[in-house]
């Protein structure tokens, strides 16, 4: 099955700073990579997600890479901002494999003001 | 969007007894639901497949006659742990939707087994 790590486990950055979240998955296969904040004591909540057929997305503050090759993908924050404080997770779907979302281990993100 | 409801939010039971949490999707079919337990600080792991009116497909590993799962309607899958001990207690989280780009979480269901 897929494996997929999730660096740093824990990443603090002051405000108004980047932030980055690196990703690496095993399934070569794998073809959808979402990132998801989770609050405490609430359900992940999508907020970009890439196919492998595109090398980055942007959204806002909010940009993710992908590099097949290399079977990595990046979540970039720019402009913390303090509501940034969450604990981030990265994922890797094989699509046609009834759709399992295989986690990475979180990173939980603090935005010092 | 799209959104999922889960019940009960927070559940305490006592060692031995069964617990059935629901989740339902509030404004789309869902013939494919996902259950997956969260322990503190850690990740999601997924358990099982919830499928629309066929049996759940369970993760290697997960006790399929200690966590039943009913999909018995297309907005509603239901979690029963049942004979509940204290190694059970987590936060329970389940996701439904279409497409890969639709899966939506609830609000996940925190239990704890005295």
């Known amino acids: 099955g897929e494996n997929v790590e999730q660096h740093p486990s824990t990443l603090s950055v002051q405000e108004g700073d980047s932030a980055v979240i690196k990703c690496t998955y095993s399934?070569?296969?794998?073809?959808?990579f979402p990132w998801y904040k989770q609050e405490l004591g609430k359900g992940p909540q999508l907020i970009i997600d890439i196919r492998s057929n595109v090398g980055e997305k942007k959204d806002q503050r909010i940009a993710v890479t992908l590099n097949k090759t290399a079977k990595h993908f990046s979540l970039h924050i720019t402009e913390t901002q303090p509501e940034d404080s969450a604990v981030y997770f990265c994922?890797?779907?094989?699509?046609?494999?009834?759709?399992?979302?295989?986690f990475g281990t979180g990173t939980s993100l603090t935005v010092i003001p | 969007g799209a959104v999922v409801s889960q019940h009960p939010s927070w559940v305490i039971c006592k060692s031995g007894t069964s617990v059935k949490i629901e989740c339902r999707s509030l404004?789309?079919?869902?013939?494919?639901m996902f259950w997956y337990r969260q322990f503190p600080k850690q990740s999601l792991m997924l358990m099982a497949t919830?499928?629309?009116?066929?049996?759940?497909?369970?993760e290697q590993g997960v006790e399929k006659d200690k966590f039943l799962i009913n999909h018995a309607s297309l907005t509603l899958s239901t979690l029963t742990v049942t004979s509940a001990h204290p190694e059970d207690s987590s936060f329970y989280i389940c996701?439904?939707?279409?497409?890969?780009?639709?899966?939506?979480f609830g609000p996940g269901t925190r239990l704890l087994v005295l």
């Open positions: 996701s439904g939707g279409g497409a890969i780009e639709t899966q939506y």
């Open positions: 399934d070569s296969a794998s073809n959808y």
């Open positions: 404004d789309f079919q869902a013939t494919t």
């Open positions: 919830s499928n629309e009116g066929s049996k759940a497909t369970y």
């Open positions: 994922a890797a779907i094989r699509e046609r494999l009834g759709n399992q979302f295989y």
